[in-house]
């Protein structure tokens, strides 16, 4: 008689086990049909409406003096950060999206970079290498 019931239970526990993954399975299938709405937009995509250009200085270019004029032109009501080998600096734009600001290099290679903000918190970069020379050629 304890034999008979062992075996009854052990089936009875296998017939439960069997039910609960099987509910289980139901239950993630459910949820796998049910899916929320995506954006299908790149996160990483460029503005279209945010423009940033470089009127100075240009890639590539000598100076012979330590400070040089950064200055260009982005969307109105922007602001731009501008960091170079020294030190990091914002500024707001003019009413036409105009900016400049005065650099100071350090001598050999330095890399600028320039970085365009909008009111949405879009952004737009732009990269210069200059050189700066003591001596004159």
Known sequence: ????????????????????????????????????????????????????????????????????????KTSPGSFVLLSSEEKDTGIETTPEGNFSLTVKLLPGLNRIAITAFDQSGNSKSEERTVYYSKEKI
């Open 1 to 72: 008689m304890p034999q008979k019931l062992f075996i009854i239970l052990m089936f009875l526990i296998l017939l439960a086990g069997v039910l609960f993954f099987f509910g289980l399975h139901l239950y993630t299938e459910q949820i796998s049909f049910v899916s929320p709405e995506v954006n299908q937009s790149p996160v990483t995509r460029e503005p279209v409406s945010l423009e940033l250009n470089l009127s100075s200085p240009e890639d590539n270019q000598l100076f012979f003096e330590s400070d040089t004029l950064v200055q260009g």
